[in-house]
């Protein structure tokens, strides 16, 4: 039998907007998402992806503003389209910031 990475709980990383960036572009861009319900936002997709609980996700340090300003399409800038493809954008223009 071959080895599965998934497998390897050590090999889990931490919550990171790159790493949410990852997760995202092997979405469906154009499925949407409802932000509202913490079980089917992309944040609590990407939390469980990681066997996180949303609140480990969330609060993190390093990514307690991918709700707000990513998952949600908040700001200005963001208009409120939450499907995969325009969460991705909006992630990718915050990492760039």
Known sequence: ???DPKWDKSAEQEPSVAGFIRWLE????QQ????RLYQT????????ALGLSVSECICHPKTYFLSA??????????PQDWTYGACLQRAREIAHC
């Open 1 to 3: 039998m071959l080895f």
């Open 26 to 29: 092997t979405k469906d861009p």
């Open 32 to 35: 949407k998402y409802d932000w």
């Open 41 to 48: 936002c992309a944040v609590g997709e990407y939390a469980a």
């Open 69 to 78: 300003n990513i998952a949600r399409g908040r700001g200005p800038k963001f």
